[in-house]
């Protein structure tokens, strides 16, 4: 680990600005160099986390459990660091390019389900370092509360909470307070950073389970 980044991410420039890269075949048209691609910031929570310095804890080569994969935009760029990489995602058309993402990927296991049953995927995933969460939807919290059976007593909850997902009207702050208190009944909450401009009304939460 180097710069609070995991090993296998690196900063490295690309068309004349540094930015974060992992090394793997690429997913959604982002520049390359050799072996190395760029992880584009402004289209992944995780990547501002790291862009930014926050200390997430991740080392590289951990096993992690992925909520709300998509298109694979940024679980692609956790499998080309991690260890086995648990990319959950309930909407099927998604899942499709998710499947891409995984083919050239021997060590990403994309998972069609709900991210609210977590027991539906239960007898696959292996209990991990890192959760990494971005499902944008109602219930955040809850989510993260019931993944945490699978997250090991030292391990990381990497959370990026979007509060029009929550309550569209309401004012963002008052909707992070409200999902921090929840989540506090089974993570103790080590560090909080709203991820704006890149990511407007979110908020990028590091916890670690309450024993
Ligand atoms: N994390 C992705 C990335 O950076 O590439 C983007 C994720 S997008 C903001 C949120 C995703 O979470 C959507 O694809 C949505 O279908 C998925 N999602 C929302 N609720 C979910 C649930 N309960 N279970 C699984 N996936 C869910």
């Known amino acids: 680990?180097?710069?609070?980044?995991?090993?296998?991410?690196?900063?490295?420039?690309?068309?004349?600005?540094?930015?974060?890269?992992?090394?793997?075949?690429?997913?959604?048209?982002?520049?390359?160099?050799?072996?190395?691609?760029?992880?584009?910031?402004?289209?992944?929570?995780?990547?501002?986390?790291?862009?930014?310095?926050?200390d997430t804890?991740?080392?590289?080569?951990?096993?992690?459990?992925?909520?709300?994969?998509?298109?694979?935009?940024?679980?692609?760029?956790?499998?080309?660091?991690?260890?086995?990489?648990?990319?959950v995602e309930f909407a099927p058309r998604p899942t499709r390019d998710l499947l891409d993402a995984a083919a050239p990927r021997s060590n990403l296991f994309p998972l069609?389900?709900?991210?609210?049953?977590?027991?539906?995927?239960?007898?696959?995933?292996?209990?991990?370092?890192?959760?990494v969460q971005d499902v944008a939807t109602r219930g955040q919290a809850e989510v993260a509360l019931r993944n945490r059976r699978f997250l090991a007593d030292d391990g990381r909850l990497l959370l990026a909470v979007k509060a029009r997902s929550e309550d569209v009207v309401a004012d963002p702050g008052d909707v992070f307070e409200r999902v921090l208190e929840d989540l506090r009944s089974g993570y103790e909450v080590l560090a909080?950073?709203?991820?704006?401009?890149?990511?407007e009304d979110h908020l990028a939460v590091v916890a670690t389970p309450r024993t």
């Open 1 to 54: 680990m180097s710069d609070g980044l995991p090993d296998g991410v690196e900063r490295r420039p690309f068309d004349g600005r540094e930015r974060l890269a992992t090394r793997g075949s690429p997913v959604y048209g982002e520049p390359t160099d050799g072996d190395w691609r760029a992880w584009d910031a402004s289209r992944s929570k995780l990547g501002a986390m790291l862009s930014r310095g926050l």
């Open 192 to 199: 909080t950073e709203r991820l704006t401009p890149t990511h």
């Open 57 to 87: 804890g991740l080392t590289g080569g951990e096993p992690v459990l992925y909520l709300g994969a998509a298109a694979g935009t940024t679980v692609s760029h956790v499998a080309d660091f991690a260890g086995p990489t648990y990319a």
């Open 112 to 131: 069609l389900k709900d991210a609210r049953e977590p027991a539906s995927y239960a007898h696959v995933v292996e209990p991990v370092d890192a959760i």
